[in-house]
Structure formats: structure tokens, C-alpha cells
């Protein structure tokens, strides 16, 4: 499987986690958020960024999940109603940070808070398989000046 995550070119080489807080984890747990798609990764990075920030050197970069890897997956049903209104909520850190603790698996698979039936993959970085998971390529990224806030 392949997944991908736009990156400012200057962090694009590597797969490296912050240990920002964000939708799924708490501050300190360092995971790497990527997309299934090209197109779902753009959307994220747009709803992340202003649009003076768009106007930077940014690369696609392109991850190869082995096959054979466990992926844990986020049931929807069991989220609460408004688990997609805001940009961290209580109940998704949790899910995800009871995940990263428990080591089950290097990847989860969760909903997209953008578009519904799409998924983005957290990639635990401290999971003893995550040294499987390749970064293959960079690719050049240009946001189309249409995307940009005006």
C-alpha cells in the first residue's frame, strides 16, 4: 500500500514525527499523519495552512506500507457526533493515544475529518515495525493558485 503526505520541501526527505498535538494524538506522541490519495493529502495540508503558507516549496511524498503490516482501523460508529467539528477533540486523542501506547499495530486507519468515507493513516514511529515502512520518492508539489484564500 502506499500512502502520502505533502511536506514543506525542507522536511519532505525523511519520516519524522514532531510530537505536535493534533486530531489523533496528544503532544509528545510522535506519528506521522499521511492520506490514502494524492488528493486527500492536498485537502488536509490546505485546511492546515493559510495560503500565504501555500505559496512555499512543498513535495508529495510517497510511503510504502508493506503489504503484510497490521492496520488497525477507527470504527466511525463509535465516534461521538461532533468528533470532525473541531481540530482536536478529547475523544480522538484518546482512541489514538490509547493505540500508540498499546504498540497493536505501526499504522491506524481513521476517517477523514474533510471528506466523508476517505482515510488518512497515522504511522506510529515508535512501533518495532515502523522500520518497514518506507518513504520511496518525493515529488515536486505546486498548490494551484486557485486553492489559495483570497
Known amino acids: 500500500m502506499e500512502v502520502f503526505r505533502i511536506a514543506l520541501s525542507k522536511f519532505a526527505g525523511e519520516l519524522k514525527a514532531t510530537g505536535f498535538e493534533n486530531r489523533w494524538n496528544y503532544k509528545g506522541q510522535k506519528v506521522i499523519y ?17 495560503g500565504e503558507a501555500l505559496s512555499q516549496y512543498f513535495h508529495i511524498m510517497v510511503i510504502h506500507v508493506p503489504d503484510d503490516l497490521d492496520v488497525e482501523n477507527v470504527n466511525t460508529s463509535k465516534l461521538p457526533k461532533d468528533w470532525n467539528a473541531r481540530a482536536r477533540s478529547e475523544a480522538c486523542q484518546s482512541i489514538g ?17 474533510i471528506i466523508r468515507n476517505e482515510y488518512n493513516y497515522i504511522i506510529n514511529i515508535n512501533h518495532p515495525h515502523f522500520s518497514r515502512v518506507k518513504l520511496v520518492a518525493t515529488e515536486p508539489f505546486l498548490f494551484d493558485g486557485r486553492l489559495k484564500s483570497k
Open 34 to 50: 499521511a492520506a490514502a490519495s494524492r488528493s486527500l493529502a492536498c485537502l488536509e495540508c490546505l485546511v492546515h495552512s493559510s
Open 97 to 113: 493515544s490509547d493505540w500508540i501506547v498499546s504498540q497493536g499495530s505501526p499504522l491506524l486507519r481513521v476517517p477523514s475529518a
